[in-house]
Structure formats: structure tokens, C-alpha cells
């Protein structure tokens, strides 16, 4: 008997290992986590002005140095999903299954360092913190809600028979 957790999927949707494909929302969660990395990298690209990239995005520098700590979960999750693979190590399938909690946190995380920045060092304006706060709370729920992640992070690429 089929699972019933699959039935709003077309074979489209699974990958070469019978695996239901990762989510786009799991990657728009990851652009976010990963954003100071991005801005970094696309700093590095600048050939002229490489500096001006990441005081246009992040005026103060230390918020921008926090932002790329605060992403460190996010190039974790990044360096396990690309180790994901049949024949991963035991501790890359433990993470995996753990990847919903791992991207939680480092929303948390984020949210928790931009609060900071906020309150403390007085780095952020309100409506950029209030924009950020929705941001996370949007994409925590959709880490906690979305079924297809669910069904991602219980899935894990074994290999198949030869045909």
C-alpha cells in the first residue's frame, strides 16, 4: 500500500535515489541564514570597491561579523547536504534527520543576534528589526510546518538496484 504522505507528489518531484527533492522553501530559508555570506561573497567579486558592498548591506561592521557568526549553522547544513549521499557517514545521516532543528536554531540564533544588535549596541533601526523578526517567524514556521521538509529530513538517498 502507498504512503499517504506522498500522494500530492508527481514523479517529478523525486530525485534519482527515490527521494522526495528538497524544498524551495529550505532553500529561501537558507539564502536568509546565509545572507552575510552571500554579501561577502559577492564583496569579494567586487573588484573595485570590495568593502562598499557590505557597508551598503551592514553600515555597522561588527553586525555584519555577527551575521556571518550567526550563519555558521547554515554552512553546516549546507556542508551536510552535500555530503548526503548513499554512502554518507553515520553522523552525516544523523544530522540530516536533524536538519529541521539545526535550521530552526540558527534562526533562532539570528533573530537572538539581531535583537542584541537592536537592544544593546543600538546597530539596527526598529522597522529593519521588526522586518527581520518576520522574516525568521515566517521561515520558523515553515521550517516546523512544511511536510514536504518533514518528509526530506525522515528520507535518506540509498543506492538502488542496478536495472
Not at 504512503?3 to 536568509?32: A, E, H, Q, R, W
Not at 551598503?56 to 551536510?80: C, D, I, M, N, R
Request: glycine share 4%; aromatic share 18%; charged share 15%.
Amino acid at each position: 500500500m502507498a504512503n499517504p504522505l506522498y500522494k500530492n507528489y508527481t514523479i517529478n518531484d523525486f530525485d534519482k535515489f527515490d527521494c522526495l527533492k528538497l524544498s524551495k522553501g529550505v532553500y529561501l530559508l537558507l539564502i536568509y541564514v546565509l545572507r552575510a555570506y552571500i554579501v561577502w561573497l559577492m564583496s569579494v567579486t567586487n573588484f573595485k570597491d570590495r568593502v562598499a558592498t557590505i557597508a551598503w548591506v551592514y553600515p555597522e561592521t561588527s553586525l555584519f561579523y555577527l551575521s556571518l557568526f550567526s550563519g555558521a549553522l547554515g554552512v553546516f547544513f549546507v556542508f551536510v547536504l552535500s555530503l548526503r549521499r548513499p554512502d554518507a557517514a553515520s553522523w552525516v545521516k544523523y544530522c540530516w534527520q536533524h536538519s529541521r532543528e539545526i535550521l530552526a536554531c540558527a534562526l533562532i540564533f539570528d533573530w537572538l543576534v539581531n535583537m542584541s544588535a537592536y537592544y544593546f549596541w543600538q546597530m539596527l533601526s526598529l522597522p529593519y528589526l521588526v522586518g527581520q523578526s518576520g522574516i525568521s517567524i515566517v521561515l520558523l514556521l515553515f521550517c516546523c510546518l512544511s511536510t514536504r521538509f518533514k518528509i526530506n529530513t525522515q528520507e535518506f538517498p540509498e543506492k538502488l538496484p542496478e536495472k
